[in-house]
């Protein structure tokens, strides 16, 4: 069994939905401390034909507290205000709007199960059918700490193949996963361009810019397109 596990994250690129949909199970990593200066609350999005990151606030954010401990701030009116001023002439727009709304009108209580169901929200436009599980409903042994509690997951939910972002490389040890029968796979996206406006392409944005420039059809195949290393 294939399993990835990563943090939620606000609207990702598509390198996340490619592991998503690669693995049979996704497990959504949310009772682990909360990163400042990652993605969890913000994301890059094409603004005046540039790219801008943009961040929406929290209550009380730090990263001394748990992410499913947080709640959201935010209206996310100046980020639909922005999708409209940059993104109206984009030829999806109206129909990945209707999917923004849908986000966005969710309990933003908890920031995690605010995510997740983002999360739940895309892969069901986009049509992966990967189990997603939340990290925080799990009966697990929560004294562990990095490679050694993604190890005792992968082990409570029977993998035997890891699946992890490329950047993870740093992070663990192939000789350790092989030694408790574990294949470590890192997904390398292979990022091609695709026609934004008149701009030159800028990759690396979240997700809604691929939606709203490509069709359904064109946004799955680029799900497929990556390397296993």
Known sequence: MKLGIM???????IGYWQLLAAVDKYVVYDDVNYIKGGWINRNNFLVQEQKKLVTFSLNGA???KIINSLSIKDNFASFIGLLNCNY??????????SLVTNIISFDKSKLSLFLY????EIAHYLDINTE???SSDLKKDNSLKGQDKIIHMCKLLKANEYYNAIGGQKLYNSTIFEKNNIKLIFVQPLLKPYKQFKNDFIGGLSILDVLMFNTKEEVKKM???YKLI
């Not at 943090?7 to 690129?13: A, E, I, S, V």
């Not at 109206?88 to 709007?97: G, T, V």
Request: without cysteine.
């Open 7 to 13: 943090q939620p994250y606000f609207l990702p690129y």
């Open 62 to 64: 730090s990263p001394n």
């Open 88 to 97: 109206k002439k984009a030829p999806y727009f109206k129909d990945i709007m």
């Open 117 to 120: 169901n983002s999360i739940k």
């Open 132 to 134: 997603l599980i939340l």
């Open 223 to 225: 799900l497929q397109d």
